[in-house]
């Protein structure tokens, strides 16, 4: 059985990855994106990251992307 901390590191690592070598067009990122920032503006840190990724899968837009936005924007 792995350690709690290893899986966490590998998590991290996993997610990393999946931000630096994104494989979608510029407009999806960028959709992404906006929409992150958009919902996290609002004052809850952990609902406007939920929202973001959401709205991005509605919109068939990058979740690790609107992820992304929405945790720089956060005002926390």
């Known amino acids: ?3 709690p901390s290893n899986k966490l ?7 990393w ?6 494989n979608d067009t510029p407009g999806r990122i960028a959709m992404g994106f906006a929409i992150g920032v958009f ?3 609002g004052p809850s840190f952990f609902i406007g990251p939920l929202i973001s990724v959401a709205t991005a899968a509605l919109f068939k837009a990058n979740k690790a992307a609107a992820l ?3 945790l720089i924007m956060n005002p926390v």
């Open 1 to 3: 059985m792995k350690k």
């Open 17 to 22: 990855y999946r931000l630096v070598r994104m």
């Open 9 to 15: 590191a590998r998590g991290v690592k996993l997610l």
């Open 39 to 41: 919902w996290g503006v």
């Open 68 to 70: 992304l936005g929405a």
